[in-house]
């Protein structure tokens, strides 16, 4: 349970008011969910779900939750998940999000626009989004993606907002995509690194206005 160990980690390096918490249990019902971890001296946490899914065998998940700035009331569903790597093929990202989809739309129903985070074990980003779709229904758009990891918005009829200055975490430090041989320390150990965006989000006063409110949020994946 590697999960609470990183809360741990942040919660120790964090500075003054800064505390962190983990939405969603984990468990191997759900195993290789993408757990929220969110700042929770900014957040509140209002609802989670955790889905476990069967893939070729294998059990992964998709995990949810909503969250509410405390300093505005803003809500947002934040959705993980990382299907299995079958040589890239975008099938098992679609797949994960087809059995998902019920679960994103019922955060969805809440009011909150969604961001859909992954290491989707595909390239094929276009593939995600059009699942996302159809499936989930609306329009996303891809805030950022380097190789498998992305992070993907809805953009209507929920808006997130604006995303910017979205990049990888140290993306040349190293070969990727082999697994143990390319295991770093600035990724966390992975064998890829992650990406990160920021978001300045748009509440709805200010969208029927058509006056953006710059508020960022950030997220990384």
Request: hydrophobic share 30%.
């Amino acid at each position: 349970q590697t999960a609470p160990r990183i809360i741990d980690a942040l919660n120790r390096q964090g500075q003054g008011s800064e505390t962190w918490a983990l939405a969603n249990p984990w468990s191997t019902d759900w195993y290789w969910c993408g757990l929220t971890a969110y700042r929770s001296d900014l957040w509140e946490l209002e609802w989670h779900k955790e889905v476990g899914i069967k893939q070729d065998g294998d059990t992964r998940g998709v995990c949810g939750s909503l969250l509410r700035r405390k300093s505005d009331g803003y809500q947002m569903c934040v959705w993980g998940t990382h299907p299995i790597w079958r040589d890239g093929n975008a099938y098992w990202a679609r797949d994960a999000i087809r059995q998902s989809a019920s679960a994103i739309k019922e955060c969805s129903d809440k009011g909150a626009p969604s961001v859909f985070m992954c290491d989707c074990n595909t390239v094929e980003t276009w593939q995600v989004q059009e699942e996302l779709e159809s499936s989930v229904g609306g329009t996303w758009d891809l805030a950022m993606g380097y190789g498998y990891d992305q992070i993907y918005i809805e953009t209507f009829p929920k808006n997130v907002g604006a995303y910017f200055e979205g990049k990888s975490v140290c993306g040349n430090c190293g070969q990727s995509g082999c697994q143990d041989a390319c295991s770093n320390p600035a990724w966390a150990y992975s064998d890829h690194p992650p990406v990160e965006v920021s978001i300045d989000t748009i509440d709805m006063t200010t969208r029927m206005l058509g006056q953006p409110q710059e508020i960022p949020a950030n997220f990384s994946s």
